[in-house]
């Protein structure tokens, strides 16, 4: 963790070693896109190795055009992954697929 994105926080350098990767869940929606672009910008840190966006396969079409800017070239300076488990709705689970 990090001061600036924590005011007051005090980190411990002993806990530092035990970092290996630092990924940002990313749901292109207003917060995580401002968090991304925050730690692009080094406003907040550290940096994200990475970020994960868990498609549920329902997303309005605006969310997958936003979500293809931020991969775009010169946006992020981390990768942005998109994971899914395909149709969500289709499950059995899932209220939708009733």
């Given at each position: ?18 970092i ?19 730690a ?39 990768p ?19």
């Open positions: 963790m990090n001061a600036l994105a924590f005011p007051g926080f005090v980190p411990d350098p002993s806990l530092a070693a035990d290996q990767l630092r990924v940002l869940s990313l749901g292109a929606g207003v917060q995580s896109t401002t968090l991304a672009l925050m692009a910008h080094g406003e907040i840190g550290p940096m994200p190795d990475c970020a994960i966006f868990a498609d549920t396969g329902w997303e309005p079409k605006a969310v997958y055009e936003h979500l293809a800017w931020l991969r775009t070239p010169n946006v992020l300076p981390f942005v992954h998109i994971v899914s488990a395909g149709d969500f709705a289709r499950r059995p689970h899932c209220r939708l697929a009733r």
